[in-house]
């Protein structure tokens, strides 16, 4: 099973600022790298598939990057709606898929 | 557009089973892979396994693989997942979510794009 890792655990940061949020792979998952973001109370909402592009309606302060083992979500400037949990996903090992265990991004 | 509506909370004592229902609206039922997805209390997202509606195929992570069954009707377009052998740690939101189109010689896959509102089940003597 490929395991996915996120770092940090909780990131505390102020509105404006940039948010730069990690997953790493335990093996290579090419491209095949989804984020989702959860508010408390509500179902996940696709943000970034395929490493980095962005879903439908996702605005563009959203962007991933990476390939590999080293993926990375930013939000470059956090609005207050923003502060949330975000998930990495992969799907290299399709149809088996997995999830990473969460960043908090938290208002500082 | 297309909608996931489950079934509603349900409480269980240990050893149960449990069954949460997914209906699909609009008319691409068989044309979308359905995941399930688990949330334990204050935890992360946890992948349970999919179902293909056109075929009724499915795969299940090992966790889970001798406890799950997936299974879908395509006359009512609702796909259902069934869990056995409750215990206090399947305490958890259950939600379905549409993912990847199988095609011709591929599958086409642009994330989990459509969720359910998700199912409470709560396991408790």
């Known amino acids: 099973e490929i395991v996915l890792t996120q770092s940090p655990a909780t990131l505390s940061l102020s509105p404006g600022e940039r948010a730069t949020l990690s997953c790493r792979a335990s093996?290579?998952?090419?491209?095949?790298l989804a984020w989702y973001q959860q508010k408390l109370g509500q179902a996940p909402r696709l943000l970034i598939y395929d490493a980095s592009n962005r879903a439908t309606g996702i605005p563009a302060r959203f962007s991933g990057s990476g390939s590999g083992t080293d993926f990375t979500l930013t939000i470059s400037s956090l609005e207050p709606e923003d502060f949330a949990v975000y998930y990495c996903?992969?799907?290299?090992?399709?149809?088996?898929?997995?999830f990473g265990g969460g960043t908090k991004v938290e208002i500082k | 557009q297309v909608q996931l509506v489950q079934s509603g909370a349900e409480v269980k004592k240990p050893g149960a089973s449990v069954k949460v229902s997914c209906k699909a609206s609009g008319n691409t039922f068989t044309s979308y892979y359905i995941h399930w997805v688990r949330q334990a209390p204050g935890q992360g997202l946890e992948w349970m396994g999919i179902i293909n509606p056109s075929v009724g195929n499915t795969n299940y992570t090992q966790k889970f693989q001798d406890r799950v069954t997936m299974t879908r009707d395509t006359s009512t377009t609702t796909v259902y997942m069934e869990l056995s052998s409750l215990r206090s740690e399947d305490t958890a939101v259950y939600y379905c979510a549409r993912g990847g189109r199988k095609g011709l010689q591929r599958v086409y896959y642009y994330g989990m794009d459509v969720w359910g509102q998700g199912t409470t089940v709560t396991v408790s003597s």
């Open positions: 093996q290579s998952v090419s491209s095949y």
């Open positions: 996903q992969q799907r290299s090992s399709w149809p088996l898929l997995t």
